[in-house]
């Protein structure tokens, strides 16, 4: 089924939520693990991340065969701005973000393994099993980077679609929020 005007197909609205949700998860994970250094759970945002990736590249595909949708009333040129600068944030920030950390494990000798199946070696230390090298700091380096400034941006540009779905429901009393909950205005 493909997207209308008054509703949303079942897939569209699937690979919204189960994106947008694995992504705020895995960043409450990650700065959880961040803040209270715990490593443990590295192993398992990793897996999530690189696991859900196939669902944001699909989802991608989805939105570019699909289009934009259209908005549901007549807004000002900022409101329309902002909402496609928002949507563009948070589907480039999708994809760059998992980049950024399979960048960063990957360049950083901590290895990429994904439920028990390895699609990048660990590369540890020989002299000390407790300690990686890296495969290429630079590089590694960028990857975190990136991927801690995407944390930031997307928190913020998360916020900012939730703060808007809530305005259309709220506020402007339209359908844009039952779309994406899956039913017709």
Do not use: C
Request: aromatic content about 12%; overall charge negative; hydrophobic content about 50%.
């Amino acid at each position: 089924m493909k997207d209308t005007f008054e509703k949303f197909s079942g897939m569209t609205v699937a690979l919204h939520w189960l994106v947008g949700l694995s992504i705020i998860g895995l960043i409450a994970v990650g700065i959880y693990m961040e803040e209270n250094e715990v490593y443990a759970l590295y192993d398992i945002h990793k897996a999530f991340g690189v696991s859900i990736f196939a669902f944001i590249l699909y989802r991608v595909f989805w939105r570019i065969k699909n289009g934009w949708p259209t908005p549901v009333g007549d807004y000002s040129k900022i409101e329309h701005l902002s909402a496609k600068v928002i949507h563009y944030v948070l589907i480039i920030g999708t994809l760059l973000f998992p980049i950024s950390g399979m960048i960063y494990s990957g360049f950083g000798g901590y290895g990429i393994d994904v439920f028990g199946l390895q699609l990048v070696a660990e590369n540890l230390d020989p002299n000390n099993a407790e300690e990686f090298i890296a495969h290429n700091e630079t590089i590694a380096s960028l990857g975190k980077e990136i991927h801690g400034i995407l944390g930031d941006v997307m928190i913020i540009a998360i916020l900012l679609h939730i703060a808007g779905a809530l305005k259309h429901h709220v506020m402007d009393k339209d359908g844009t929020l039952k779309r994406m909950l899956g039913k017709s205005i």
